[in-house]
């Protein structure tokens, strides 16, 4: 049974790594390293401006510790399919589901540590007599307790029954538990904070053996809650890349039809047809594309050089316009794509017309910050039309030979 | 003569599946494609359809190759596929609105046709939802119904049997005789021989990517030796042929 974890786990962190791989991709680390820039320093400032202890501050520090606390599930990496093939070992499943718990500790840890570096400075402005030391038992605490809630996981993964009262057993005990504590140690005293997560914890390890000898693995519902966890991970990657088995579902968007009816139904706009309604009801490209604009009009209004702004401008368009390309060939996986008598030639007028289409609401929203920070610089006006000129040539000239290549 | 295959070998990359292949799907027949599993059936459909490029041979639909005019030749060819493929961000409508731009057919007139099929499967509610939502057999009724409502030479059903309840089929059976009626050939794949040999007018036995025999069931009965015979103790004996001559 420990061999099976062991070579689920090492199958689950390659594919983890692949998809994180993806996720961390140059564009995201650009902006990442912005975003944590920004952060730190509205968090700086934020600290600050609090200057000193207020009375609702063990409040809000208590729910903060309490979030960090729901940080990192139970990761068993069950597949439907054991319900049938490892039955008839049940009995040793438990074993498998140690290691699993066990492995499920090390995120928490992390993040624990982490976070708790990072709430340090908050927590020594914001509470009254608060030293490092008041943090260092807290993080300590929050980790019995998380502890104490992978306990508890397990746990449910079967139908014992020593355990007579249900609520012991259930998550939002514990989480009162903790926050209670949390606020305890805060105002009076964190010993007891940590004094209250020991004996909680040492009980619920007490009874976890019988517990678990009385029962019966729930298979079904064990199931559905890994499946669950794991469809959660795969949704956040499947923002950043196409996840193969997550079909990202079209969205309805009524209220983007009436852009639709934009594209006239002839046999010439056959594949307009298809690809607007699948950009606009896709949820992938239509996201990246939205960032892109959104993204790159605030960061222009923020810029102060015309040179810079110009580049930056250019280098949007660009990257929405190339991350667009792809899109060609969406449909043709699908065999009708390729039976359709719509000649090749319509199928690219119909790429490029889309796509002339959203570069040039993107050039036309992008110019705004320029016109607006540079409107008495001539040159301005240029830059402007440079970024029209190179829409075009983009879509009619480069798009052409690219989709050819591909 | 709407498909006419003649000395076609072909297959995946350089793996010849069919070998040598010829027959035809005459108007206004049936005509059932058998065979086991990894016969051939689905590679030959490829074929006709464009998706494979033959190695040899030639094929023709109303006369016409697909090297000569591609889009002429799709013209004429509609196509259930075995396991339905739907654009995942399409509504049923959009989806026939599509088919409708893209064969540049008569959209009143195609809708009113459609909307019969639609009725017959109990569709014709679900216009505004997404059919990759539904379940296999919806799309599978989606599928035939995008596909019967063109006007095309030439149908081609890969295993339309499977996934369909009994009612459907039987729907689908008398759509197929419409256009049966209206002199179209259809070609069907499909394992399920008793209600082949109910329907089909006549039969291609493909056996190891190569037509083993073909003809009304009376011909084959004829070629086999098999008097009395059913189109399942004909299917039989290929199969214990094939097994022969491998030993």
Same mark, same amino acid.
């Given at each position: &049974? ?13 594919? $983890? ?19 944590i820039? #920004? ?36 990761a068993?990496l ?57 943090v260092?038992? &807290? ?30 057993? *259930? ?55 890994? *499946? #669950?966890r ?69 960061i ?8 810079v ?34 000649t ?14 959203? &570069?040039?609401? $993107?050039w ?8 607006i ?32 290549k591909? | 003569?709407?498909?006419? !295959?003649?000395?076609?070998?072909g297959g ?10 010829n ?15 990894g016969?051939?059936? /689905?590679?030959? !459909? ?12 030639? !094929? ?7 090297? /000569? ?18 654009y995942? @961000? ?5 989806? !026939? @609105?599509? %088919? ?15 909307? @019969? ?9 679900? +216009?505004?939802?997404?059919?990759n ?7 599978q ?26 009612? %459907? ?6 759509i ?19 209600t ?7 039969f291609?036995? +493909? ?5 083993? %025999? ?7 009965? /004829? @070629?086999?030796?098999? /008097? ?20």
């Amino acid at each position: &049974m420990l061999d099976l974890w062991k070579k689920r786990l090492r199958k689950h962190q390659m594919e $983890q790594f692949k998809y994180l791989k993806l996720v961390f991709n140059d564009h995201f680390v650009i902006a990442l390293i912005f975003l944590i820039g #920004a952060l730190g320093v509205g968090y700086a400032s934020l600290v600050r401006l609090v200057a000193h202890a207020y009375w609702w501050g063990p409040i809000v520090l208590s729910l903060i510790y309490s979030l960090i606390l729901a940080i990192g599930r139970f990761a068993n990496l069950i597949e439907a399919a054991d319900s049938t093939f490892l039955l008839p070992k049940e009995g040793e499943f438990f074993h498998y589901l140690l290691a699993a718990r066990k492995y499920s500790l090390i995120l928490p840890i992390i993040v624990i540590f982490g976070l708790n570096l990072a709430i340090l400075p908050l927590t020594l402005v914001l509470v009254q007599g608060s030293s490092v030391w008041t943090v260092i038992l &807290m993080a300590l605490s929050t980790l019995i307790f998380k502890d104490v809630l992978l306990w508890v996981e397990l746990m449910n993964c079967y139908d014992g029954n020593t355990i007579n009262t249900n609520w012991l057993l *259930n998550k939002s005990f514990w989480y009162g538990l903790a926050l209670l504590s949390f606020l305890l140690g805060f105002y009076v005293s964190p010993i007891i904070t940590v004094v209250l997560a020991l004996i909680g914890n040492l009980w619920l390890r007490h009874q976890v053996i019988n517990y678990v000898i009385s029962g019966n693995l729930r298979f079904s519902v064990v199931i559905a809650n890994e *499946n #669950a966890r794991q469809f959660r991970i795969l949704k956040i990657y499947n923002l950043f890349t196409d996840v193969p088995s997550l079909q990202s579902p079209a969205k309805r968007r009524k209220y983007l039809d009436p852009f639709l009816r934009l594209v006239k139904p002839n046999h010439e706009n056959s594949f307009l047809y298809l690809f607007f309604r699948g950009f606009l009801r896709g949820t992938e490209y239509l996201g990246f594309y939205l960032r892109f604009v959104i993204i790159g009009t605030i960061i222009l209004f923020f810029i102060h050089q015309i040179w810079v702004g110009t580049v930056l401008y250019l280098l949007f368009l660009y990257l929405s316009g190339f991350q667009l390309l792809p899109f060609y060939s969406q449909y043709d996986g699908i065999v009708f794509t390729k039976l359709y008598p719509v000649t090749s030639k319509a199928k690219l007028h119909s790429f490029q017309q889309l796509l002339v289409g959203l &570069m040039s609401v $993107q050039w036309l929203i992008m110019s705004m910050p320029l016109i607006i920070n540079f409107y008495q610089n001539p040159l301005v006006w240029v830059c402007i039309a440079v970024g029209l000129l190179f829409v075009l040539a983009f879509v009619y000239g480069y798009s052409k030979t690219r989709i050819k290549k591909v | 003569m709407s498909l006419e !295959i003649n000395n076609l070998t072909g297959g995946y990359a350089h793996v010849a599946v069919l070998k040598n292949v010829n027959f035809k799907a005459e108007d206004g027949q049936i005509t059932g494609l058998i065979g086991l599993n990894g016969a051939g059936k /689905s590679t030959t !459909i490829k074929h006709v359809i464009g998706l494979l490029t033959p190695q040899k041979g030639e !094929i023709k639909v109303d006369g016409k190759t697909l090297k /000569s005019d591609r889009d002429a030749y799709h013209k004429k060819i509609a196509y259930v596929p075995e396991t339905p493929v739907l654009y995942p @961000e399409l509504t049923l409508r959009e989806h !026939i @609105e599509l %088919a409708i731009m893209a064969y540049d057919l008569d959209a009143n007139q195609t809708m009113a046709r459609v909307q @019969e099929l639609l009725k017959k499967f109990r569709l014709d509610n679900k +216009l505004d939802w997404f059919p990759n939502n539904f379940s296999k057999g919806m799309q599978q009724k989606v599928m035939i119904a995008c596909a019967f409502m063109t006007d095309a030479r030439l149908f081609i059903i890969d295993e339309p049997f499977t996934g369909l309840d009994p009612l %459907a089929i039987h729907d689908l059976l008398d759509i197929v005789e419409a256009k049966k009626k209206q002199g179209a050939a259809i070609l069907m794949s499909t394992h399920i021989l008793a209600t082949a040999q109910q329907y089909a007018d006549r039969f291609v036995l +493909l056996n190891n990517g190569q037509v083993r %025999a073909q003809g009304s069931l009376d011909e084959l009965k /004829s @070629e086999f030796h098999m /008097s009395n015979a059913n189109l399942d103790d004909i299917y039989m004996q290929m199969t214990r042929e094939g097994v022969d001559a491998n030993a």
